[in-house]
């Protein structure tokens, strides 16, 4: 077995090396979020939809319908629909056990 043989001093220094590890962390982060296979699958030309959902109370409807309608148009791959939310706690129990199914 050979011995070893020590390192010249400060060959590498405590504050280089916590700084080519924060760069290799920073870079592996990166690379993580680039990767095109992670995410849902979805093709092209399939619509993302999405559902916005709000207590709809007088003024704030039409307004809410007027940004959607732009916000459709605007970009044609989302499709964004409103939902009322229920007003009474049996419209709330119905829809929490058909979410549970």
């Not at 399939?46 to 039409?62: R, T």
């Amino acid at each position: 077995m050979r011995p070893a043989t020590p390192l010249p001093p400060q060959a590498l220094s405590r504050r280089d090396f916590l700084r080519l590890a924060g760069m290799a962390v920073e870079g592996a982060g990166l690379n993580a979020c680039s990767q095109p296979g992670i995410g849902p699958k979805r093709r092209p030309s399939q619509k993302a939809e999405w559902v916005y959902q709000d207590s709809g109370a007088g003024w704030f409807l039409p307004m809410v319908a007027g940004l959607i309608d732009q916000f459709n148009e605007a970009h044609p791959n989302i499709r964004v629909d409103y939902s009322a939310e229920p007003q009474n706690q049996a419209d709330i129990d119905r829809l929490t056990t058909i979410a549970s199914f």
